[in-house]
Antibody, heavy 117, light 110 residues
Framework: QVQLVESGGGVVQPGRSLRLSCEAS????????MVWVRQAPGKGPEWVSF????????TYADSVKGRFTISRDNSKNTLYLQMNSLRAEDTAVYYC??????????WGQGTPVTVSS | QSALTQPRSVSGSPGQSVTISCAGT?????????VSWYQQHPGKALKLMIY???NRPSGVPDRFSGSKSDNTASLTISGLQAEDEGDYYC??????????FGGGTKLTVL
C-alpha cells in the first residue's frame, strides 16, 4: 500500500518561512507527478502546487505563486514545499498527494500549519 | 481558480439514493472529462471514489457512480449504508496542470 508521510508543519509567525517534506514509499516515486493540497479548517481542499515526475514542470495556485516553491529529490523519494512570506490565510492542513493522469489516487495524512503571531 | 460549487449537506436513509452536484464553469468541468470525487471521514486521509467523471477505482463499491452534464458533475450513491456518511469533495482539472476543488458536501445517513 502506498505510503505518503508529511512532516515539517507547525506554528509560525506571519512573514516567516516553513519547509514541508513528504516521504514516499511502496511505489516508484520517480515515475509519478506529485501535488500539494491544503485544507483550511472547515473548508474544502485547495490545490496548491504540482511537480512532474522529473521536476521539469511546476505549477502553482495564484494564492501562493511567488511565495511557495515545490521540489523533489527522487534519490530520497521525498517531496518538498518551501513556504515563504507566510500569511494567516495559509493556515491549513497540508497534504502530499500522488497524481495519476488527471486525478489523485493516494493522499497522506497531512501536516498542520498555523500562521499566527 | 474559483472553487467548484457543491451543496453543503445532503442526507438519506439507509437503502436510499442520494446525488451530490458539483457546479463548475466552461473552464473546468465543462471542458474536461477529468472530474474526480473524494470521500473524507473525520481524521482520515481523503479517498478517491470516482475519477474521469465515471470511473471507479478497484475496491470502491459499484453503489458509487458519477456523471456529468455541461458544467455540472454529479456523484450518486445508491443503496446508502451507514459507512457512507462523511464529507465528499469534487475536483476538476482546469488546464495547464492546475486543478480546482469543490467546497465539500456533508452526507448524513439518517
Amino acid at each position: 500500500q502506498v505510503q505518503l508521510v508529511e512532516s515539517g508543519g507547525g506554528v509560525v509567525q506571519p512573514g516567516r518561512s516553513l519547509r514541508l517534506s513528504c516521504e514516499a514509499s511502496r511505489f516508484m516515486f520517480s515515475n509519478f507527478g506529485m501535488v500539494w493540497v491544503r485544507q483550511a479548517p472547515g473548508k474544502g481542499p485547495e490545490w496548491v502546487s504540482f511537480i512532474s515526475y522529473d521536476a521539469s514542470k511546476k505549477t502553482y495556485a495564484d494564492s501562493v505563486k511567488g511565495r511557495f516553491t515545490i521540489s523533489r529529490d527522487n534519490s530520497k523519494n521525498t517531496l518538498y514545499l518551501q513556504m515563504n512570506s507566510l500569511r494567516a490565510e495559509d493556515t491549513a492542513v497540508y497534504y502530499c498527494v500522488k497524481r495519476v493522469n488527471f486525478y489523485f489516487d493516494y493522499w497522506g495524512q497531512g501536516t498542520p500549519v498555523t500562521v499566527s503571531s | 481558480q474559483s472553487a467548484l460549487t457543491q451543496p453543503r449537506s445532503v442526507s438519506g436513509s439507509p437503502g436510499q439514493s442520494v446525488t451530490i452536484s458539483c457546479a463548475g464553469t466552461s473552464s473546468d468541468v465543462g471542458t474536461y472529462n477529468y472530474v474526480s470525487w473524494y470521500q473524507q471521514h473525520p481524521g482520515k486521509a481523503l479517498k478517491l471514489m470516482i475519477y474521469d467523471v465515471t470511473n471507479r477505482p478497484s475496491g470502491v463499491p459499484d453503489r458509487f457512480s458519477g456523471s456529468k452534464s455541461d458544467n455540472t458533475a454529479s456523484l450518486t450513491i445508491s443503496g446508502l449504508q451507514a459507512e457512507d456518511e462523511g464529507d465528499y469533495y469534487c475536483c476538476s482539472y482546469a488546464g495547464t496542470y492546475t486543478w480546482v476543488f469543490g467546497g465539500g458536501t456533508k452526507l448524513t445517513v439518517l
